[in-house]
């Protein structure tokens, strides 16, 4: 497993992704269905969650697009 930032990779859900990303679920997901934006996992039957590593390499990525 890769590490990002020190940290132990681990599972964010919804409420986590938004604070991080500071973007809706809406947009994330219009994003997500255009390869914009990293995968939801899906946990079980009503729960979906993202690598925290996705996030963070995503949000990486922008930064150096600016």
């Known amino acids: ?3 990002t930032n ?3 990779d681990r599972f964010v859900r919804e409420a986590e992704c938004k604070h991080l990303t500071g973007l809706s679920r809406t947009t ?4 997500e269905l255009e390869d914009k934006f990293p995968k939801r ?3 079980n ?3 979906v969650a993202w690598r ?4 963070q390499n995503w ?6 697009a600016a």
């Open 1 to 3: 497993m890769n590490t």
């Open 6 to 8: 020190s940290q132990i």
């Open 28 to 31: 994330r997901y219009e994003m």
């Open 41 to 43: 996992i899906k946990l």
């Open 45 to 47: 039957t009503r729960t």
């Open 52 to 55: 925290l590593s996705d996030i």
């Open 59 to 64: 949000m990486e990525e922008r930064i150096n």
